[in-house]
Structure formats: structure tokens, C-alpha cells
């Protein structure tokens, strides 16, 4: 017979297509809850699940579905899941890292590009008809010579320090870990608190985790340099909204860029899209027609490998990966 397969979102037609011949797939109703009755049934004869990082994954959602064999999720973070829950329950979490690592990386430095001359409020300008008014857009500033500081140099944060450095930026970074390939990177490790101290923009790319929430909070913030501009492309979470807002406002650190955000999305009176120092987009990091596509393409390959038992092409949990 068919695998079942429930989905949170319908994957692009592509990998829907390809999954049709082997799968009866149900998918959640934008918006039906996890406790849905819908949801609850069908996870009952479950035996794949894909899901979106606003569902979150946890031991009461999985004690619904005994048959399950396998979660996917596309995207490259699976903090929605809790993965140990899925490990001691032999349940493979398959997610998408590398196929994304350009798209996100073009994503995360055009945010730090983009503020840092001021192109969406250059074409605010022109919009708004101030251009022919003969006024003046305030100057921008020159990215050649400055320090960028990447904190989470993963292969994504890899991939915005190679462009950093084609513009002239010099790039140091932090990490829990220290990469032995520094050197050969042309990237200087710093401690944390050096690093908000000597950098002149900052991007943050790490996984959300016990660590790293709320890892930039007032105090790192009052550490900044008052002309620091601040990029968030990993998770709303790492930083604390309320103090980012307060630095904003109080002008502690210059300018917020964000691809994410906590809450998200941001209600419409939220007190970020007040301030005339930030810029925000709604989580595209990965939104190419190319770069979905193959996160698509490789979720249904995660989803099918663990249906059949067999090793899932990407999976963040490799002690339970078929084999
Ligand atoms: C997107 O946020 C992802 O984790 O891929
Ligand atoms: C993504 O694949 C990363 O490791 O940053």
C-alpha cells in the first residue's frame, strides 16, 4: 500500500509530484493548529511527517503518531523540533542544509548592503516624490575597510564572509568552537565580547539553542559600537526584541537588518516598524525559485529514504539514520 504522509505546507509541485506515486499526502489547512482534530487523526496512521518551523515538534505530538518514520522539515534549523524526543523514539529528522548556503548568504549581506547606502530608503525617496522636491537622502556608508563581524561562521556565515571580503571588509568572527581553518579563510577568531567591541556590522548566523537565545541582550548591545550596524538572518529568538528596540532608540547601535524576527510575523503596531534605523524582511533568506526548489526536491528525497528505511540524504539526528 501507500505510505501516509501528513504536511503542515504542500511542498512546490515538483516534489509533490514526485512524492504522488508512493505517498497519500495530507496537508494541514493554513490554519489548523496542531491540535486540530484533522491533525490529531491523521497522525494517528502517520508515517511520514514534513513540517514548517511554526509547527513546533514535541513528546505530546509524537506519542500521536506511533507509526511515524521519519520528520521533515525544509529548511537548514529545526529548533521547532525537539530532537532528542525524536531520537529516543528511533525517528530520523531530515533537513536541508547546503542547498541553501548561497541563497542565504546573497539574502544576508544584501540586507548589510542595502542599509548600509540606504537603497530602501533612496527609493522610498524617489517614491515619495522628494527626489524632484530637491531634498537631500542622509549619506550612507562605505562597507571597504570596515570590520564585519560574523558570529556563527557555519557554511552559510562562510559564504557571507567570502562576499564580505570581495568588498573589502575585514572579517573577524566567533564561534563555540574555533574553525582549525582560519587561517586559510582569511578570518580572525574573536572572544564574543571582543568581537561586539571591535566590529563595525555585525550578522549573526547561528542555530537558535538553549546558548544562543537571547544571546544579544542589552548588554551586548550597550558594547557596540554606537555606529554599529546589526543583521539577525538566523532566528528572532537569539536576540531579545525589547532591548534591540531600546538600542534602537536610544541610538546605542545604529541601524537593525533583520530576515527574522521574535515574534514573526511582526504584528502590524509592533515597536520595530516605528523606527525609522531598521530594515526587515519577511524570513527569505532561502526564497529563490531555484534555491526552494531544491530544498523541496531534497525534503521529498528525506521523506522517501526514511518511508523505505533507508538513510536519509540530510538528517541532524545520524545515530538514528537508517542504515
Ligand atoms: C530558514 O530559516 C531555514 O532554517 O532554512
Ligand atoms: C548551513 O548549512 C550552515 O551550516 O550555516
Redesign the pocket.
Known sequence: GKFNVVMTRALLPAAQEKLAESCIIRVLGQEEQPDSSNFREWLKTADGLVVNSSMPIDERLLAAAPNLRVIVQPA?GYDNIDVEACTRRSIPVGNT??VL?EATADLTFGLLLCAARRIHEGWDFVLKGKWSDGGNLSFGFDLAGKTLGIVGL????LAVARRAQVFGMKVIYHNRRRRPDEQALGVAYAAFDELLVQADCIIV?SPLSAQTKGMFSREQFAKMKPSAYFVNAARGPIVDTDALVEALTAETIAFAAMDVTDPEPLPADHPLLKLPNVLITPHIGSATTETRTAMALLTADNLLAGLNKQPLPACVNNEVNYK
Do not use: E, F
Open positions: 537548514v542544509p547546503g548556503v557555519g557554511r552559510i556565515g548566523l
